[in-house]
């Protein structure tokens, strides 16, 4: 089955910077858009950033903008997510997401998640 595995996470200060990556196995990954999420507790489940699986064009949340960047290495199988600037509210589970759509990377409901890695941002 498809595999997507996050690892990165941790706890850094505000203002502080910290890399997600998302290695993704059995699965044709230069052919699968890419994305991250985000759960806080008592939360609903929200859309962080996403990068489309060839043209590179990425697509990010108002609240991350400018802050988070995403990209991808196609030749490692690998989605990163650049946060810089975290600020506490920005602690959450971050997931990686995967579908052959970018559309449901997006505004729907990926075919394929990672287990999530913790993100806690002190003040």
């Known amino acids: 089955q498809v595999q997507l595995v996050e690892s990165g996470g941790g706890l850094v200060q505000a203002g502080g910077s910290l890399r997600l990556s998302c290695a993704a196995s059995?699965?044709?990954?230069?052919?699968?858009?890419m994305g991250w999420f985000r759960q806080a507790p008592g939360k609903e489940r929200e859309f962080v950033a996403a990068?489309?699986?060839?043209?590179?064009?990425?697509y990010y949340a108002d609240s991350v903008k400018g802050r988070f960047t995403i990209s991808r290495d196609n030749t490692k199988n690998t989605v990163y997510l650049q946060m810089n600037s975290l600020k506490p509210e920005d602690t959450a589970v971050y997931y990686c997401?995967?579908?052959?759509?970018?559309?449901?990377?997006?505004?729907?409901?990926?075919?394929?998640w990672g287990q999530g890695t913790q993100v806690t941002v002190s003040s």
């Open positions: 997401a995967a579908d052959l759509s970018i559309v449901s990377v997006t505004t729907t409901r990926p075919a394929y």
């Open positions: 990068i489309r699986s060839t043209s590179g064009n990425t």
């Open positions: 059995r699965l044709t990954f230069s052919a699968y858009a």
